[in-house]
């Protein structure tokens, strides 16, 4: 019998929209436009040119995945 740390589980694989919120998330995290905050710790919401993208891309990966699902309860 081998222990778990030589045979580690293997990761499950995430869906297309789970990996594009996972993006858009890092991208937040990490940009300073995203992550600023006001004096009371409010984020500022400042427009960023690189979140739009991500963003968009997410919203398209959510939308086909709602879309499959409605197909496999019809």
């Known amino acids: ?23 858009l998330a890092d991208h937040c995290i990490r940009c ?3 992550s600023a905050v006001d004096a009371k710790g409010w984020n500022l919401n400042l427009p960023c040119a690189g979140r739009d993208p991500l963003q968009a891309e997410y919203r398209q990966a959510w939308r086909q995945a709602a879309a499959t699902r409605e197909r496999s309860r019809a």
């Open 1 to 23: 019998m081998s222990s778990i740390t030589e045979n580690p589980p293997q990761a499950i694989p995430l869906t297309p929209w789970q990996e594009a919120f996972v993006r």
């Open 32 to 34: 300073p436009e995203c």
